[in-house]
C-alpha cells in the first residue's frame, strides 16, 4: 500500500478528501453511505447489500484483525468502495489468512485511508447519501464534477448478488423445508436456519410463485439485499400471490417486500440505517433490543393503514417502521438483521418464531390426517 495521499475522494457538494490508497488503485463512481459498527468490516464489505456502495467506516481503526474464509458473508467482497481513518496493513489474528487490502484488490474494489471520516459523516448525516467519486488526486475538478453530475443510480443489484440457479443446504435430521429466495442472501442466516434443524432451497430472485409452489415448502424466507425494493414488482406479486399458503419471514430488503405486496409504500431514506448499535422497540412487549441494521428504504407507516398489516416494531432513533405482520397470513418480517454476528447478540428470536409456526402447522396437519 501506497503511504503518499496519491488518492481523493470528491463528493457531489465539490467538497474533496485526499487520501492514502489501499485496495485496488482503479476508480469508484457510487453511493456514499457511511457504517457505526466498531466491529466486523470484513462481514460489511462482503453484505450482498452494500454492493455498489462506498462505506464510510465510522470507527476509525479498519484491519487489525484481518480477513478469515469463515467471516466472509458472501463468496466475494461486495462494497463499491471502503472510505478509512486509519488502516492497518499489519493485522493480527489466529485464524488470519489475508489483509483487508489483498481482499478488495482481488476483486477490483478500490480504498481511501487517512480521511476525516468524522467530517465526512457530518457532510452525508446532513445532505443526506449520494454519488461521490475515488479517483487520482491529478483527476481535473471540472472532470470529476461532470463524472458526479452524470451518475445514475443502477437499478440491477439484487441482479448482480442473487445466485443464477437454486442451490441446496442440507442439515441433519431435518425437521422442516424452507425455500429462500436470494436477493442478497448472507451466508449466516443459512447457519441460523439449518442450527434449528432446518433444510434450506435457495433460488434465485427471478423465481416464479409456481416454481416456489413446486417445492411445497413448510414455509417461506425473503432475505435481505441491495437496492430499491420498488426494482422487484415480480418478487411482489410472487409475495401477494403465495402468502397465507404458509409461513413467510422476510428481513430489511424482504421487509419491504413484503410491504409493498400488501399495498403498503416504501421511501429512500436520507442516510439510511447502518451499525450495529440502533435501539428499537418491541410495540406489542415494550422491550427495546439494541440491534444491527443496513438499509437505505424504509416503509411509510401512514401507509399501512387498511393494508392488513401490523406495526410489530419501530426504530427509537427517528422512529420508522422496524417490523411488521399479518397474524392471518402467517407473515412476519423485520426490517433490522437479527442474524447479525457482529452485532448485539439475543436479537434471532424470530428465527425461533418463523420455524415454531412451521412445526404448529405440521402437528396440526399430522393430526388432521391421523
Same mark, same amino acid.
Given at each position: 500500500?501506497?503511504?503518499?495521499?496519491?488518492? #481523493?475522494?470528491?463528493l457531489?457538494?465539490?467538497? @474533496?478528501?485526499?487520501? =492514502?490508497?489501499?485496495?485496488?488503485?482503479?476508480?469508484?463512481?457510487? !453511493?456514499i453511505?457511511?457504517?457505526?459498527?466498531?466491529?466486523?468490516?470484513?462481514?460489511?464489505?462482503?453484505?450482498p447489500?452494500?454492493v455498489?456502495?462506498?462505506?464510510?467506516? $465510522?470507527y476509525?481503526?479498519?484491519?487489525?484483525?484481518?480477513? @478469515?474464509?469463515?467471516?466472509?458473508?458472501?463468496?466475494?467482497?461486495? +462494497?463499491?468502495?471502503?472510505?478509512? &481513518?486509519?488502516?492497518n496493513?499489519?493485522?493480527?489474528?489466529?485464524?488470519?489468512? %489475508?489483509?483487508?487490502?489483498?481482499?478488495? !484488490? !482481488?476483486?477490483? *474494489?478500490?480504498?481511501?485511508?487517512?480521511?476525516?471520516?468524522?467530517?465526512?459523516? &457530518?457532510?452525508?448525516?446532513?445532505?443526506?447519501?449520494?454519488?461521490?467519486? *475515488?479517483?487520482?488526486?491529478? $483527476?481535473?475538478?471540472?472532470?470529476c464534477?461532470?463524472?458526479?453530475?452524470?451518475?445514475?443510480?443502477?437499478?440491477?443489484?439484487?441482479?448482480?448478488?442473487?445466485? %443464477?440457479?437454486?442451490?441446496?443446504?442440507?442439515?441433519?435430521?431435518?425437521?422442516?423445508n424452507? +425455500?429462500?429466495?436470494?436477493?442478497?442472501?448472507?451466508?449466516?442466516?443459512?447457519?441460523r436456519?439449518?442450527?434449528?434443524?432446518?433444510?434450506?432451497?435457495?433460488?434465485?430472485?427471478?423465481? @416464479?410463485?409456481?416454481?416456489?409452489?413446486?417445492? %411445497?415448502?413448510d414455509?417461506?424466507?425473503?432475505?435481505?439485499?441491495?437496492?430499491?425494493?420498488?426494482?422487484?414488482?415480480?418478487?411482489?406479486?410472487?409475495?401477494? $400471490?403465495?402468502?397465507?399458503?404458509?409461513?413467510?419471514?422476510?428481513?430489511?430488503?424482504?421487509?419491504?417486500?413484503?410491504?409493498?405486496?400488501?399495498?403498503?409504500?416504501?421511501? %429512500?431514506?436520507?442516510?439510511?440505517?447502518?451499525?450495529?448499535?440502533?435501539?428499537?422497540?418491541?410495540?406489542?412487549?415494550?422491550? +427495546?433490543?439494541i440491534?444491527?441494521?443496513?438499509?437505505?428504504? =424504509? *416503509?411509510?407507516?401512514?401507509?399501512?393503514?387498511?393494508?392488513?398489516?401490523?406495526?410489530?416494531?419501530?426504530?427509537?432513533?427517528?422512529?420508522?417502521?422496524?417490523?411488521?405482520?399479518?397474524?392471518a397470513?402467517?407473515?412476519?418480517?423485520?426490517?433490522?438483521?437479527?442474524?447479525? $454476528?457482529t452485532?448485539? #447478540?439475543?436479537?434471532?428470536?424470530?428465527?425461533? &418464531?418463523?420455524?415454531?409456526?412451521?412445526?404448529e402447522? #405440521?402437528?396440526?396437519?399430522?393430526?388432521?390426517?391421523?
Open positions: 500500500m501506497a503511504d503518499k495521499m496519491s488518492r #481523493k475522494l470528491v457531489q457538494n465539490g467538497q @474533496t478528501f485526499y487520501g =492514502a490508497p489501499f485496495g485496488a488503485e482503479t476508480d469508484a463512481l457510487c !453511493e453511505v457511511f457504517n457505526t459498527s466498531m466491529v466486523g468490516y470484513q462481514e460489511i464489505s462482503s453484505d447489500s452494500c455498489g456502495q462506498a462505506v464510510v467506516m $465510522t476509525p481503526l479498519i484491519g487489525n484483525y484481518g480477513m @478469515t474464509d469463515d467471516d466472509q458473508e458472501f463468496r466475494r467482497a461486495c +462494497v463499491g468502495a471502503m472510505i478509512v &481513518r486509519d488502516y496493513a499489519q493485522p493480527s489474528n489466529f485464524r488470519y489468512a %489475508k489483509t483487508l487490502s489483498e481482499i478488495l !484488490e !482481488e476483486n477490483g *474494489i478500490p480504498g481511501l485511508s487517512g480521511v476525516d471520516t468524522r467530517q465526512i459523516t &457530518r457532510i452525508l448525516r446532513q445532505e443526506g447519501s449520494g454519488p461521490c467519486l *475515488i479517483t487520482d488526486s491529478g $483527476t481535473p475538478e471540472a472532470e464534477m461532470a463524472r458526479l453530475a452524470a451518475y445514475k443510480a443502477p437499478h440491477d443489484h439484487v441482479q448482480r448478488v442473487s445466485c %443464477k440457479r437454486p442451490w441446496y443446504a442440507r442439515t441433519s435430521k431435518p425437521l422442516l424452507v +425455500v429462500a429466495i436470494d436477493c442478497g442472501l448472507k451466508s449466516d442466516i443459512i447457519r436456519l439449518s442450527d434449528r434443524r432446518v433444510n434450506v432451497t435457495v433460488m434465485p430472485s427471478t423465481v @416464479t410463485a409456481d416454481e416456489v409452489l413446486a417445492q %411445497k415448502p414455509g417461506l424466507f425473503i432475505s435481505n439485499g441491495p437496492g430499491d425494493p420498488k426494482d422487484l414488482p415480480h418478487l411482489v406479486e410472487l409475495v401477494r $400471490t403465495v402468502r397465507g399458503r404458509f409461513p413467510i419471514f422476510g428481513i430489511c430488503l424482504g421487509c419491504e417486500l413484503i410491504a409493498l405486496s400488501y399495498g403498503a409504500d416504501t421511501y %429512500k431514506m436520507k442516510t439510511g440505517h447502518r451499525g450495529g448499535n440502533h435501539p428499537i422497540r418491541n410495540l406489542r412487549s415494550g422491550l +427495546v433490543e440491534c444491527a441494521q443496513n438499509h437505505g428504504y =424504509a *416503509i411509510d407507516r401512514e401507509s399501512l393503514a387498511g393494508t392488513g398489516l401490523e406495526e410489530t416494531h419501530d426504530n427509537l432513533l427517528d422512529s420508522t417502521v422496524e417490523g411488521i405482520c399479518c397474524e397470513d402467517q407473515v412476519y418480517a423485520v426490517q433490522y438483521l437479527p442474524d447479525n $454476528t452485532g448485539p #447478540k439475543g436479537t434471532d428470536s424470530y428465527f425461533d &418464531r418463523f420455524v415454531g409456526i412451521m412445526l402447522n #405440521k402437528e396440526k396437519e399430522a393430526a388432521l390426517h391421523a
